[in-house]
């Protein structure tokens, strides 16, 4: 089992930047965030591999920066150029092999206008 403690997030204008953080209880593949607005699917916003493969979601890229602490297993998400749309809950996934799928509590992100 693992436990996956988020924090950062909040409310922040259009422009802004916020950062989240995500620790897990040991150390796993692949950490990542993913995020749902009302109405709308849980999408990938990035994820990143214990060996630093990446992957961004389309409406991210050159806005959004993952990075990890492998010594911490602790993932980062630096978000820049924030927009309304990227109001979201804001979801910390991590996955182990050969199938476990964690998740953390979520976390409010909210850009005003």
């Known amino acids: 089992q693992v436990q996956l403690v988020e924090s950062g997030g909040g409310l922040v204008q259009a422009g802004g930047s916020l950062r989240l953080s995500c620790a897990a209880s040991r150390s796993i593949i692949t950490m990542g965030w993913y995020r749902q607005a009302p109405g709308k699917q849980r999408e990938l916003v990035a994820d990143i591999t214990n060996y630093g493969r990446i992957n961004y979601g389309d409406s991210v890229k050159g806005r959004f920066t993952i990075s990890r602490d492998n010594a911490k297993n602790t993932v980062y998400l630096q978000m820049n150029s924030l927009k309304p749309e990227d109001t979201a809950v804001y979801y910390c996934?991590?996955?182990?092999?050969?199938?476990?799928?964690?998740w953390g509590q979520g976390t409010q992100v909210t850009v005003s206008s």
């Open positions: 996934n991590g996955r182990t092999w050969p199938s476990g799928d964690y």
